[in-house]
């Protein structure tokens, strides 16, 4: 069977007589007050006629754009980063831009790799939530580079950039607040052991909370790449061994509380009676879970919203040097049943 010939922009101007430059101007979406209603119109219904789409490559070399974003989450396979990528991607797709996905593993060997890749391929932009110890590489990327760079879930104090972050701070004064009023009164907070923003202020919220309440402090972090695993499970097992008076936890993410409910079913203990949890985003397994865990919900789609919008906004500006863009969210603490106490303690 003969394979069909992919119709060009020359058989179109040769078919209705009309010029390559004027056709290629209505393609691009660029003949609004240069080519009358009449022409573009006639294009248009032609072009879907016979099915005509542009090659993306040929675009691309000739306008300098790919109609391409770069989204470099922490993990992709985490559901807070894919939620996110999932929201983004319908959004951009809208406004005529596809999204790229790629995990750091907050690796920064593993970001620069990244980086270098796609910076070959004409990317228009990127959406970077950056691993521990990128802030020069950052620097670069904006200042030096002139790439087009729109920061997520954490920022940088050392310098100007465009962002969208959720207020972790207030969100986590809040979630210490919730366990002391459930009738909690020896809180801790299991952490990362990270200088990165969200981590460093859901710990100051916490702080803050407990100091305000003159509580004792109970805290304890993980290095990244504990996380997950046995050795992490052994220090949270560990850490509450050394502390059996503590009744109330704040986690400050998914993937801690979940390795903390292990340890916890392995030690017996009762949620709430003998401790009480909050953890940071949200899970399937969480509203599942026997008893239900509280969580700080993150607002997915107002957060995927701003990221585009944003990036959109520095792209359509001149040379994407438009007022910097950032953006700070409030979280939702959905209370369950891992915080509800029939007689709580009187405060």
Not at 2 to 9: A, D, R, Y
Not at 34 to 50: G, Q, W
Not at 107 to 131: G, N, S
Request: charge should be neutral; charged fraction near 30%; include cysteine.
């Amino acid at each position: 069977m003969k394979k069909k010939k992919k119709i060009s922009i020359k058989d179109i101007s040769k078919e209705l007589g009309i010029s390559i430059t004027t056709i290629s101007f209505i393609i691009n979406k660029k003949a609004e007050n240069k080519i009358s209603k009449e022409v573009i119109k006639k294009v248009e219904d032609y072009i879907e006629k016979v099915g005509y789409t542009p090659n993306s490559s040929a675009q691309s070399l000739r306008t300098g754009k790919s109609k391409t974003i770069v989204f470099m989450a922490e993990d992709i396979s985490d559901p807070f980063f894919s939620a996110i990528a999932k929201q983004m991607e319908e959004i951009a797709f809208d406004n005529g831009y596809k999204i790229i996905y790629c995990s750091t593993e907050n690796k920064k060997e593993r970001a620069i790799e990244l980086l270098d890749l796609f910076k070959d391929r004409q990317v228009d932009a990127f959406i970077i939530t950056p691993p521990e110890g990128f802030e020069e590489e950052m620097k670069k990327l904006i200042y030096e580079q002139h790439q087009t760079v729109m920061v997520f879930d954490r920022y940088y104090k050392s310098f100007e950039h465009n962002y969208v972050v959720l207020d972790n701070l207030r969100c986590a004064k809040d979630a210490t607040r919730s366990l002391y009023d459930s009738g909690k009164k020896q809180l801790a907070f299991i952490g990362i052991n990270s200088e990165l923003s969200p981590i460093v202020h859901r710990y100051e919220g916490y702080l803050e909370s407990i100091r305000s309440l003159e509580l004792q402090e109970f805290s304890l972090m993980l290095k990244f790449e504990e996380i997950k695993t046995e050795q992490g499970r052994k220090k949270i097992s560990s850490f509450l061994d050394k502390y059996p008076q503590i009744d109330g936890i704040l986690f400050a993410s998914n993937n801690l509380a979940i390795n903390g409910l292990r340890v916890l079913k392995q030690k017996n203990t009762r949620i709430p009676e003998e401790i009480g949890i909050i953890s940071f985003d949200e899970r399937d397994i969480f509203e599942l879970y026997s008893p239900p865990i509280s969580v700080v919900s993150q607002p997915i789609e107002k957060l995927a919203g701003e990221l585009i919008k944003g990036t959109l906004s520095l792209l359509q500006s001149k040379a994407g040097k438009s007022e910097i863009y950032q953006k700070t969210l409030e979280g939702t603490l959905i209370p369950r049943e891992s915080i509800s106490l029939k007689n709580p303690a009187s405060s």
